[in-house]
T-cell receptor
Framework: DVKVTQSSRYLVKRTGEKVFLECVQD?????MFWYRQDPGLGLRLIYF???????EKGDIPEGYSVSREKKERFSLILESASTNQTSMYLC?????????????FGPGTRLLVL | AQKITQTQPGMFVQEKEAVTLDCTYD???????LFWYKQPSSGEMIFLIY??????QNATEGRYSLNFQKARKSANLVISASQLGDSAMYFC?????????????FGTGTQLKVEL
């Protein structure tokens, strides 16, 4: 079974703090993704990576950066957390075989920025 | 631009009944994939079913089936014999070539509640 894990289920941070969200997958997938989920908006793509050290912006990259130093690990970084980044963050991974490739998700991190 | 529309923010169904969750999509690409995910209150997104744009038959996975009507650009999820454990948020998503084959575009979801 594909396993995607995220470092924290719940996180509380203060405005201005630097925040790291970690994601690890154990299926040797090339692609990894970070989404944020907000009520009424569904899931929106922040960044994705299709290989080590490679990344591309998604729909809402502002205020975020990412790091992929190893194939299995994809980190989302909030350089200076703000209250409007309070959200549910979901990581996913997949193999890169085009439109039919299923994305597998981690359990999510609920981030509260005070 | 790719777009997924789920018009039912919430649905109720009685246990053992069938329920249909609506999804319409918009894309100009001939090649695309449609996905349904389930998100229980725990938060994890669980993959349920996939339909490719060139697939001739509707996809089925156990109690889940996808009613794919290509001309109408709809991909409704049908859950047969609903169970209490089916209570969750359900998301429809699409992947097409315009998105580089990597990006999933999600709808806003339908909250399903199964009642006794």
């Amino acid at each position: 079974d594909v396993k995607v894990t995220q470092s924290s289920r719940y996180l509380v941070k203060r405005t201005g703090e630097k925040v790291f969200l970690e994601c690890v997958q154990d299926m040797d997938h090339e692609n990894m993704f970070w989404y944020r989920q907000d009520p009424g908006l569904g899931l929106r793509l922040i960044y994705f990576s299709y290989d080590v050290k490679m990344k591309e912006k998604g729909d809402i990259p502002e205020g975020y950066s990412v790091s992929r130093e190893k194939k299995e690990r994809f980190s989302l970084i909030l350089e200076s957390a703000s209250t409007n980044q309070t959200s549910m963050y979901l990581c996913a991974s997949s193999i890169p075989t085009g439109v039919g490739s299923t994305q597998y998700f981690g359990p999510g991190t609920r981030l509260l920025v005070l | 631009a790719q777009k997924i529309t789920q018009t039912q923010p919430g649905m109720f169904v009685q246990e053992k009944e069938a329920v249909t969750l609506d999804c319409t999509y918009d894309t100009s690409d001939p090649s695309y994939g449609l996905f349904w995910y389930k998100q229980p209150s725990s938060g994890e997104m669980i993959f349920l079913i996939y339909q490719g744009s060139y697939d001739q038959q509707n996809a089925t996975e156990g109690r889940y089936s996808l009613n794919f009507q290509k001309a109408r650009k709809s991909a409704n999820l049908v859950i047969s014999a609903s169970q209490l454990g089916d209570s969750a948020m359900y998301f429809c998503a699409m992947r097409d070539v315009t998105g580089g084959g990597n990006k999933l575009t999600f709808g806003t979801g339908t909250q399903l509640k199964v009642e006794l």
